[in-house]
């Protein structure tokens, strides 16, 4: 029952800008950790950014400076705010959550579908 749905990607030229949204909808008890991935085709897994409950971030070395990932907890929503983008940027992002669904429940990975970001040169 639980769905992230990320939004915001597009087309921009190098050195623009990109605000990335993930939204989760269902029935939660908690958020704790929510995480950016990135992936390019034939490419690993990267992880781009994370934000804990408390707000604590952490980056991936490819993307500090440049990138900015915020939470707003009441509308159980998460951002990634991306300036001076590369072309090197180019993947499909996902957004991850760990949330607890009830009070009884456990921890559980929920990831979203997907929103394609292409930075052209």
């Known amino acids: 029952q639980v769905q992230l749905v990320e939004s915001g990607g597009g087309l921009v030229q190098a050195g623009g800008s990109l605000r990335l949204s993930c939204a989760a909808s269902g029935v939660i008890r908690i958020i704790d950790d929510v995480n950016w991935y990135r992936q390019a085709p034939g490419k690993q897994h990267e992880l781009v950014a994370g934000i804990s409950l408390g707000g604590t971030t952490n980056y991936g070395d490819s993307v500090k400076g440049r990138f900015t990932i915020s939470r707003d907890n009441a509308k159980k929503t998460a951002a990634l705010q991306m300036n001076s983008l590369k072309p090197e940027d180019t993947a499909v992002y996902y957004c991850?959550?760990?949330?607890?669904?009830?009070?009884?429940?456990?921890?559980?990975?929920?990831w979203g579908q997907g929103t394609q970001v292409t930075v052209s040169s």
């Open positions: 991850n959550a760990v949330i607890k669904v009830s009070s009884s429940s456990g921890w559980r990975n929920f």
